[in-house]
């Protein structure tokens, strides 16, 4: 038997149905929807659970894997069959079918009285988006006759430090949670049948579309908005369905006394003017900054399982640094650093930022918390840089609030991120042409760089080590050409 990829249910369709029937439909009749197709961020989440869930495994010492091909039901139904009744300890991806629900359980742990079923997820809590997922396995495990007593979610334990992994998993007790959801089961599928047999159905767009996962059409049910929507003026929150109903759709409708806070008072001006604003004060700002300037960048990784000393599941930990040092005359040194291999980054790191800083008056960032934090953590990391990397933090400046606090570019469209503001201060100076371009997806693949080196061949490792380099590059060269635009427009407030 192999499933029909139309029809049948399982618990992840029965969580999708649960957020929106209309994205089940989507994913049911469209499996190949180009908005389906995972990223190398996305992929990289992917990955990460499957390594969760092979470490969860290892707990369950004689556990039995029910893998294989995942739509031969049937094959895998029998396999879980005869390992329940082979007296099986635990069994892995255990498959289980009533009715068209099709389940497949993460761990089925055989105890003296009863069974237990544990779905493994690499959060480090359980969240209110799991019990479902567990309830409905729950409900098609006793709909098949297995005397299941308790239900956990399986996840990873923040208290666990690296080298040891004894506790890398922590097991929460919601059988209560999960018993309490059943009732409603039966007809929940019974809706979600229906709307998978009938044509695409019709859902409100709302807080369902991002919650508890944002949901991937998006562009398919949501209005384009008319540029300068009033839902982008900096930090409007929810006052900008006020103003909407208020019949303000764009910054160009609002009236010019509408009270607003000064940041998005200055955007209204620049977005009605159609030019950048320049406060006066941006030229004091800048003169702040004491030469020469490093301009410093950190990418970072936050491995589920701890791979460092001292480290907690999902540490933070810098492994590539760019540094641009601006000397007299506008003389340019570039330092870069990029960890290799699986071994610890962090004294490499350590010697390579303290190395690049060294002798700068000033150390800039964009959204310098980021970079302190990174310092900080390398400094409790390498007891024997900590003096030279907490004098780098001493002299960490953050650029971005110089920009927020004195200028707006129409183009900005309400966000100082580095890449809202750069190819609008300074055109032709982006990411487009680079391979990578952000950097969630600079972290999954420094991950798989660093952590994962055996799955990639030279070449391609060669490849990507380049691609990493030029993107964070590019990030604290933005940097050097942003100072200088703003040095030039500090020179002629107005607006
Ligand atoms: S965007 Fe919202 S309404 Fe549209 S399919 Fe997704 S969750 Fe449903």
Known sequence: MTRSPGTGLSKSRYCYGLQCPRQLWWRAHEPDAPELVAGPALQAVFDRGHRVGALARERFPGGILVDGDHRAVRERVERTRRAVAGGAPAIFEAAFVTGDLFVAVDVLERGRAGWTLAEVKSTLDVKAAHLPDVAVQLHALRACGLD???????????????PDLSNLFARDDVTAEAEALLPA???????????????????????RCSDPYECPFLARCWPALPPHHVSTLYRIGRRAADLVAGGHQTIRDLPEDVALPAVAARQARSVRSGE?????????????LEPPVAFLDFETVMPAVPAWDGCHPYEQVAVQLSCHVAGPGGRLEHHEFLAEGPG???????????????????VLAYNAAFERRCLEHLAAAVPARREALEEVARRLVDLLPIVRDHVYHPDFGGSFGLKSVVP???????????????????????EALLLDERSLAAEERA?????????????????????????????????
């Open 148 to 162: 299941v007593r308790r239900a956990e979610v399986m996840h990873l334990d923040r208290a666990c430090r690296f």
């Open 424 to 446: 609008a201060l300074c055109p032709g100076l982006g990411y487009a042409d680079l391979d990578i371009g952000e950097g969630g997806t600079a972290s999954a693949v420094l």
């Open 344 to 362: 610890d980054p962090r004294p490499a790191v350590a010697g390579a930022v303290v190395r690049a800083c060294a002798g700068a008056g000033t």
């Open 463 to 495: 490849r990507l080590r380049g691609q990493l380099l030029a993107y964070c590059e590019r990030d604290t060269l933005a940097m050097v050409r942003l100072v200088e635009r703003l040095r030039e427009l500090a020179g002629r407030p107005g607006r």
């Open 276 to 288: 950048t604003v320049v406060e006066p004060g941006l030229a004091g700002a800048l003169a702040r």
């Open 185 to 207: 089961i039966p007809d929940q599928l019974r809706a979600l049948r229906a709307a998978l047999a009938g044509p695409l159905p019709e859902a409100a767009i709302g807080d």
